[in-house]
């Protein structure tokens, strides 16, 4: 049984580290590029909160000399630690509290991660780990990835609204058929649905506490840990087939949810959607883009 939010948080991404570190993408290259240059120097640490598989340090280890990845979750962490080099390495810990030495980071990353983070003691800990004139970004990706075919991206949104539906009834309290039922037309949960921002607004199942997206700019503003914020897009291009689309779907937290409470594949609809995604994507792999947000708070030098 969890004890706190943040540990349910950490174990609601058990169990399915191989199919997540397999589909996700890595961040793109040129917003590496531009971190290192808000710098003013070629970055010696960065240190990577919620690491997970260790996507996000692959990617920061291609313009940094070292990167440390703080990750809380055991699957998580043991899947990252036997996929990358000598100059990233990984310790167990938490946002708010890394172990990590005060003024050690050129950069403070967190990528698709912020959102499961308490905001107050994560800035208090970024602004602590910073050295002066360094920088913190926190950086997510829009779902669906852009594969230029309307019908499967809207195959994509109408499968992830149900899913919300049934995680909905979860955190309420639903059980057996009641879980189950049918979902009606019109049923709240689907016309709030966002594939920017799926955590505003949001009760979770298993004391699970995540917060929006779309307000993490202005909470660093409020936070007044930096001296001036920013937010910026950038496109990443990338590649897939109809098999790594649903795998995508499969990989996000409130499906695998649903999924160890005993929902199929069937009752949720993801049945429906890759019978309706293989026959528009196919197998051969197509460009995709991925959009990237980044949110960046910069420490005065």
């Not at 990590?100 to 950069?107: E, N, R, T």
Request: aromatic fraction near 8%; charge should be neutral; glycine fraction near 10%.
């Amino acid at each position: 049984m969890s004890h706190s939010p943040l540990e349910a948080g950490a174990n609601r991404f058990s169990g399915f580290a191989g199919l997540y570190d397999q589909v996700r993408p890595e961040p793109p290259r040129e917003l590496g590029a531009l971190l290192a240059s808000y710098c003013g120097r070629p970055p010696e640490l960065v240190v990577d909160l919620g690491s997970g598989t260790g996507l996000s340090c692959r990617w920061a280890s291609g313009w940094a000399a070292r990167v440390v990845g703080v990750e809380p979750s055991d699957d998580m962490r043991s899947a990252a630690e036997a996929t990358v080099g000598p100059t990233v390495t990984f310790r167990r810990g938490w946002s708010h509290d890394t172990g990590l030495p005060a003024g050690c980071a050129d950069v403070v990353l967190a990528v698709q991660a912020l959102h499961w983070m308490e905001p107050a003691a994560t800035f208090a800990e970024v602004e602590r780990l910073l050295r002066p004139g360094g920088v913190f970004a926190a950086i997510d990706c829009d779902w669906p990835p852009v594969v230029g075919d309307a019908p499967a991206e809207q195959a994509w949104d109408t499968c992830r609204r149900q899913i919300r539906v049934f995680e909905t009834r979860l955190a309420e309290g639903a059980s057996g058929e009641e879980l189950r039922a049918p979902i009606v037309p019109g049923d709240r949960e689907v016309a709030a649905h966002s594939g920017i921002d799926a955590h505003r607004q949001r009760t979770l199942p298993e004391g699970v506490r995540s917060w929006s997206k779309s307000e993490h700019l202005g909470r660093m503003i409020g936070s007044g840990r930096f001296l001036w914020c920013r937010e910026i897009a950038i496109a990443s291009t990338d590649s897939g087939d109809a098999a790594r689309f649903v795998g995508l779907l499969r990989s996000q937290g409130d499906y695998q949810t649903l999924r160890r409470h005993g929902l199929d594949d069937a009752v949720l609809g993801v049945d429906a959607f890759a019978e309706r995604v293989s026959a528009l994507l196919g197998h051969d792999r197509r460009p995709w883009s991925f959009v990237y947000r980044a949110r960046l708070g910069f420490k005065a030098r």
